[in-house]
């Protein structure tokens, strides 16, 4: 990443573009129009009796900026099948929880295929790649490094930061502004309780059946698999899941893990006993409780945390 590429980004992501979130929190659009392919559903955002969303029309970025930033930052997307997004169980508290540890987190509003967008199953990762570029176009105004931005991503949102760390050499939109000359590549990734894998015998997930359908070519599976895509460039790969998930079996975080230790690719694989799914930051009185040390432990070693 060159300096005068990153004076040309941050220029076409002026302060303007800022606008206020909830609670005071701002937001940065992913797009300075219509996203890649147009379409996508009209009206304002749904949210559902658990605070997760949907019917996003316009993907973006919620900041939650810590008291005494330590230049880290994280692009957090929570799960929800790719049907929804779980902000409020999920992806809020991890942000105010690496945000109280000084890492900046940034809280992605991603595309969901079903919802009529002309670019389909590629809307999700055009926005996850696009919310790495942003985060890098605007470290700094928020006193960012802007080669240490990371990734954190639950269930399904463990897919999409998945496929973001795998596949940073695939451009999945033609520019549309300077902060599109921005790495993609995240510096970290954790995937917690991670979709991984679309092919049999662990398809039995709305992850594939809004990526590829019901009844998916055998290639179009493997092209949304994540460990189809590991590659010894991937940074560092962290993974949580317990032995009792029945939404996404654990056997996709061993897949991934070996995927991993066969292409070189540093990987800290935790298997708990019980959580189940959706234990977010750790269900109290189960194994995944502990998860979030392990996971301060790892953060450190990469340099995200001091």
């Not at 379409?39 to 559902?48: F, K, N, Q, S």
Request: charged share 20%; proline share 9%.
């Amino acid at each position: 990443m060159t300096r005068r590429s990153l004076l040309l980004a941050t220029a076409a992501l002026a302060a303007p573009r800022v606008q206020a979130a909830a609670g005071d929190r701002p937001t940065l659009p992913l797009w300075p129009g219509d996203p890649p392919g147009g379409g996508g559903p009209g009206g304002p955002v749904t949210i559902d009796g658990h605070g997760a969303i949907s019917t996003i029309a316009t993907p973006s970025l919620e900041v939650f900026v810590p008291a005494r930033p330590n230049g880290a930052a994280m692009v957090v997307a929570g799960g929800g099948g790719y049907r929804r997004i779980e902000v409020e169980r999920e992806a809020r508290p991890a942000a105010r929880w690496l945000a109280a540890r000084g890492i900046t987190a940034f809280v992605l509003a991603y595309r969901l295929p079903g919802e009529g967008w002309g670019a389909g199953p590629l809307a999700p990762l055009q926005d996850a790649q696009r919310a790495l570029r942003v985060i890098r176009a605007v470290a700094g105004r928020y006193g960012l490094n802007p080669d240490r931005v990371g990734a954190l991503g639950f269930s399904a949102g463990g897919h999409l930061m998945g496929l973001a760390a795998t596949r940073s050499a695939f451009a999945s939109y033609a520019p549309v502004d300077a902060a599109d000359t921005l790495s993609v590549r995240p510096a970290e990734a954790a995937l917690i309780y991670p979709v991984i894998t679309l092919e049999p015998p662990y398809n039995r997930t709305s992850t594939r059946v809004q990526l590829v359908g019901h009844h998916p070519d055998p290639a179009a599976s493997a092209e949304w698999s994540v460990e189809d895509h590991v590659r010894s460039r991937c940074p560092p790969i962290f993974l949580v899941q317990a032995e009792d998930d029945r939404i996404a079996d654990v056997a996709n975080s061993r897949i991934m893990a070996a995927a991993c230790e066969r292409a070189g690719v540093p990987v800290d694989l935790h298997i708990v006993a019980d959580g189940g799914h959706g234990f977010a930051m750790g269900r109290p009185d189960t194994a995944s409780a502990a998860w979030p040390k392990w996971y301060a432990a790892w953060l450190k070693a990469n340099g995200a945390l001091t």
